[in-house]
């Protein structure tokens, strides 16, 4: 079981380190933010602005609850991690193909 503070506690601290991993998890990203922003504010990480991309969000397919999500989303940050290798493409979980993946609360990033 993820409990979602801890969750949020080593992710602020993967993305402190380098904030261009937001995109490692694809189109979870906005459901990350969400439970980062529960324990946490743009003092801590700047990427924690209030923009959401409904379009991303919409690429995220649909789980029966917030455990069963991040799992998810932790699936497939590691997926990426490991196969993406920082690239803003990513994929689209719901629809197929690859999306862009940029949140403007980045800076660019």
Request: glycine share 8%; aromatic share 10%; charged share 25%.
């Amino acid at each position: 079981m993820i409990d979602p503070k801890t969750f949020a506690a080593s992710t602020l601290q993967l993305l402190q380190q380098d904030p261009r991993r937001y995109v490692l998890f694809g189109a979870y990203w906005y459901l990350v933010k969400q439970v980062l922003k529960k324990f946490y504010t743009r003092d801590n990480l700047h990427l924690l602005g209030d923009h959401i991309d409904q379009d991303v969000v919409q690429r995220m397919p649909a789980h029966a609850d917030l455990q069963e999500a991040l799992t998810a989303a932790v699936a497939e940050y590691r997926k990426n991690a490991s196969f993406n290798l920082g690239s803003n493409e990513v994929e689209d979980l719901v629809g197929g193909g690859t999306f862009r993946l940029v949140d403007p609360d980045a800076g660019g990033l």
